[in-house]
């Protein structure tokens, strides 16, 4: 099957996808499975960067690829791009997975989440598209210590911010504060425009 | 909550790092922040960055399940309106979204649930809906815009309601404008007027003046629709004298 490609220039940005997503719009199948071919692995992916279990990413996958046939004719061009519409939607529903599955386990032990702390380098060795993937982990080492763990734990643990706080043991103004001055410098790292 | 501590929330926002009722706040607050929505986006994008570098092998059978199912699956109808266009038209003077608020009302009044639908829309703008939630939905926009929609509306609370019934779907949807907060504690609860008897429809977000609600249960002959204010999490039998009481459209 055919890998999604996405190397040198932001792939973010690339125009005929959104062209298939108003056509899914309109019910065309054709065109649906145009856009699975273009975002299947990125869907997987994040999920399973999320969720590290293989069947659940799988499940979440799927419910996300299906959502996104479902709800095509309300995608708004003008809230975003394509595939941030759809990337957002995968890590919202994984999320809410871990949320859900992890609620009864006690997860917010400090314990357990300093076990899980490797979440990033987890994440990073299984990835395909190395250019993406290297300019990623190049723009992550420039955030503090600080800021690179509470964006690990909240993107990639799924924690809510206050869960961070917990479990970093920090005030949550804090946690706020790092959370959006990791993003500001990810966003100028990676050279993100919307 | 100030709104420089709401600002700084765009962050946490992006990655889905809040809940409750801080979410809700957010959200509120994100609709009429022009600032916010641009850091919002841009964050998401940033995040999409890390979401595709992610990116993993996927199996061929998934590939043949996710397009099998989607042959089953109804995509939803298009937004009726443009959302954006009339919510900054509301932003810019408080006479002139009252205007459009009032405008609306009578609006689901003359033409069925339409208006009614777009000010539901509206209302929903900022939020994002889960699966569940989104069926709920789909019922809901189904009554609305029912081609048998009929309303009534009435002012109460310090603002309006409009009460949307589909025959044909046997249920209804109770829409509010600008009602003034419960007190501290309560919620307004809904209830189809059976007879004699009040049976309970479902409790509104004390949190919102504007909502659009599906009311639980079928219309079922119902003859009226109530609204009292009762204790937080609702009661079984109305404790207090309605704040409004609406006729069902026949």
């Given amino acids: 099957m055919k890998e999604p490609v996405f190397i040198g220039s932001n792939p973010t940005a690339k125009p005929d996808l959104q062209q298939l997503v108003r056509e899914v719009a309109l019910g065309n199948q054709e065109a649906f499975a145009a856009v699975y071919d273009a975002v299947a692995g990125s869907v997987l992916g994040v999920a399973r960067a999320v969720l590290r279990d293989q069947a659940q990413s799988e499940e979440v996958a799927q419910e996300v690829l299906v959502e996104v046939w479902r709800t095509a004719p309300r995608y708004r061009p003008e809230r975003g791009t394509a595939i941030n519409w759809i990337l957002t939607l995968a890590h919202r529903r994984a999320v809410d997975r871990v949320r859900s599955v992890e609620a009864a386990v006690a997860r917010d032990t400090k314990a357990a989440l300093l ?80 | 909550m100030t709104t420089t501590e709401l600002h700084a929330l765009t962050g946490a926002y992006a990655m889905h790092a809040l809940d409750g009722e801080e979410l809700a706040a957010f959200e509120r607050h994100l609709a009429d922040c022009d600032a916010c929505q641009q850091e919002v986006a841009e964050f998401t994008a940033t995040t999409g960055r890390l979401a595709l570098a992610s990116t993993a092998r996927t199996r061929p059978v998934m590939r043949e399940q996710v397009l099998q199912r989607i042959t089953t699956v109804r995509q939803v109808p298009p937004a009726a309106a443009p959302l ?39 209302a929903q703008d900022a939020s994002h809906e889960a699966a569940q939630a989104q069926r709920h939905v789909e019922v809901l926009a189904g009554v609305l815009a029912a081609p048998d929609a009929k309303s009534r509306s009435a002012k109460m609370a310090g603002g309006a309601g409009t009460l949307v019934v589909s025959a044909s779907r046997g249920r209804a949807v109770f829409v509010s404008s600008g009602m003034t907060a419960p007190p501290r504690g309560k919620v307004y609860q809904l209830w189809f007027a059976d007879g004699g008897k009040m049976r309970s429809a479902g409790l509104m977000d004390p949190d919102r003046s504007s909502q659009a609600v599906l009311m639980q249960g079928a219309v079922d002959g119902a003859s009226g629709v109530g609204i009292t204010v009762e204790p937080a999490g609702g009661s079984k039998q109305p404790t207090s004298a309605p704040v409004a009481l609406l006729g069902v459209p026949a």
């Fill in chain 1, 115 to 194: 076990e899980h702390q490797p979440a990033y380098d987890e994440v990073t060795e299984q990835v395909e598209t190395r250019l993406e993937q290297e300019q990623v982990r190049r723009c992550l080492r420039t955030l503090t210590e600080l800021q690179r763990q509470s964006v690990t734990l909240a993107y990639y643990r799924g924690l809510t911010y206050r869960e961070v706080a917990e479990a970093l043991a920090l005030p949550l103004g804090t946690v706020k504060t790092r959370l959006r001055d990791g993003l500001i410098r990810l966003r100028d790292c990676l050279g993100v425009t919307a």
């Fill in chain 2, 84 to 122: 954006e266009r009339m919510r900054r038209g509301a932003r810019q003077g408080r006479g002139l979204a009252r205007w459009t608020l009032a405008a609306s009302v009578a609006a689901a009044a003359a033409f069925g649930g339409t208006a009614a639908w777009r000010q539901y829309e509206r």
